[in-house]
């Protein structure tokens, strides 16, 4: 996707407003990750999208996904950017996408191991914005769908 077409999705969507905003929120969010997780920030704008993503195994209801083969993060059309909230979802795929840039896909016992940490992190992003239910719930699903199943024989 090209960045005029990311800019023309944006002025479509609530806040940031322009592409060059959303690029600065993102790159502040990746260097929000290096400093919390450890992981290297990005040295480039990640591709975002503001639309539900055609192919996976993804849940109507899901409100980001990030496509480690593409590098590009859709988010769904009506997540709201201005709000602490929208954000959060957003600071989760990018999350996703500094775990892939270091390889910890490949060390994790389980790719559910992965979603552990991304939510960890939206739920303490959710809590130091004040939105504590927020946070509470979100600790709550990455506790469920964080855990490593174990064999069953």
């Keep these: 996707m090209?960045?005029?077409?990311?800019?023309?999705l944006a002025l479509l969507?609530?806040?940031?407003?322009?592409?060059?905003?959303?690029?600065?929120?993102?790159?502040?969010?990746?260097?929000?990750?290096?400093?919390?997780?450890?992981?290297?920030?990005?040295s480039a704008c990640p591709e975002?999208?503001?639309?539900?993503?055609?192919?996976?195994?993804?849940?109507?209801?899901?409100?980001?996904?990030?496509?480690p083969m593409t590098g590009r993060i859709d988010l769904a059309p009506d997540l709201d950017?201005?709000?602490?909230?929208g954000q959060s979802f957003l600071l989760h795929e990018l999350v996703h996408?500094?775990?892939?840039?270091?390889?910890?896909?490949?060390?994790?016992?389980?790719?559910?191991?992965?979603?552990?940490e991304a939510y960890g992190e939206q739920a303490?992003?959710?809590m130091e914005a004040g939105l504590s239910r927020?946070?509470?719930l979100t600790r709550a699903l990455g506790s469920q769908l964080g855990g490593c199943a174990a064999p069953e024989y």
Excluded: K, N
Aim: aromatic share 8%; proline share 8%; with cysteine.
């Design 2 to 8: 090209t960045r005029s077409l990311i800019l023309s």
């Design 48 to 67: 975002i999208a503001f639309a539900l993503p055609v192919a996976g195994a993804v849940q109507r209801s899901q409100a980001g996904a990030y496509d």
């Design 13 to 42: 969507f609530p806040a940031p407003a322009l592409a060059s905003d959303l690029c600065a929120m993102a790159m502040d969010m990746e260097a929000r990750i290096a400093e919390r997780l450890g992981y290297p920030p990005s």
């Design 134 to 136: 927020e946070a509470v």
């Design 81 to 85: 950017l201005a709000t602490a909230y």
């Design 124 to 126: 303490d992003f959710l």
């Design 97 to 116: 996408a500094a775990q892939y840039r270091a390889g910890r896909d490949r060390a994790v016992p389980c790719p559910a191991a992965l979603e552990a």
